[in-house]
T-cell receptor
Framework: KNEVEQSPQNLTAQEGEFITINCSYS?????LHWLQQHPGGGIVSLFMLSSGKKKHGRLIATINIQEKHSSLHITASHPRDSAVYICAVKDGGGADGLTFGKGTHLIIQP | NAGVTQTPKFRILKIGQSMTLQCAQD?????MYWYRQDPGMGLKLIYYSVGAGITDKGEVPNGYNVSRSTTEDFPLRLELAAPSQTSVYFC???????????FGPGTRLTVL
């Protein structure tokens, strides 16, 4: 069973700062997901990646398959980025669901 | 498209009561999932389905049952509710096992 660890658990930063959230996993995967959970509780998918790097607006996600590690970066952070960011992995085989990290609670102060 | 919808949003149950959490999606996705989220813990898979008539257990299936009679609907049944089932329940769907998952808004369940 894959173990997914995220760091830091909590992060408070000032508006405009560059943010990095890390995710490591223990067993080889077919894909890694980054999700955002809003303060109201809803969960949305930000990225799904299996290699390299993806960018969407101010968000960048990278993955290093050999090191079993992924990072989520936020450039020019804004208070509306305040949320819980969740890393989840899809194991190599089977139709079952994702294995999730515990999440990183990010607060961006004005 | 409404995406993934869940009802109810909130519910309080007494120990031993039963209820069904409803989940529906209008994206014609074959794969559907039920997860629970406990405070300070990652989401955990309860049950999943790869299509109408096909369901399978996830990591934490005890105390729950599911059915999938149509592509659109994937209800989760709680029999004999226990305080350990107090949680937030999320339903999700995807076109396939290696695709992005779309989540419903969640149901917050308290068992007293």
């Amino acid at each position: 069973k894959n173990e997914v660890e995220q760091s830091p658990q909590n992060l408070t930063a000032q508006e405009g700062e560059f943010i990095t959230i890390n995710c490591s996993y223990s067993v080889g995967i077919s894909a890694l997901h980054w999700l955002q959970q809003h303060p109201g509780g809803g969960i949305v998918s930000l990225f799904m990646l299996s290699s390299g790097k993806k960018k969407h607006g101010r968000l960048i996600a990278t993955i290093n398959i050999q090191e079993k590690h992924s990072s989520l970066h936020i450039t020019a952070s804004h208070p509306r980025d305040s949320a819980v960011y969740i890393c989840a992995v899809k194991d190599g085989g089977g139709a079952d669901g994702l294995t999730f990290g515990k999440g990183t609670h990010l607060i961006i102060q004005p | 498209n409404a995406g993934v919808t869940q009802t109810p949003k909130f519910r309080i149950l007494k120990i031993g009561q039963s209820m069904t959490l409803q989940c529906a999606q209008d994206m014609n996705h074959n794969y559907m999932y039920w997860y629970r989220q406990d405070p300070g813990m990652g989401l955990k898979l309860i049950y999943y389905s790869v299509g109408a008539g096909i369901t399978d257990k996830g990591e934490v299936p005890n105390g729950y049952n599911v059915s999938r009679s149509t592509t659109e609907d994937f209800p989760l049944r709680l029999e004999l509710a226990a305080p350990s089932q107090t949680s937030v329940y999320f339903c999700a769907s995807s076109p396939g096992p290696y695709n992005e998952q779309f989540f419903g808004p969640g149901t917050r369940l308290t068992v007293l």
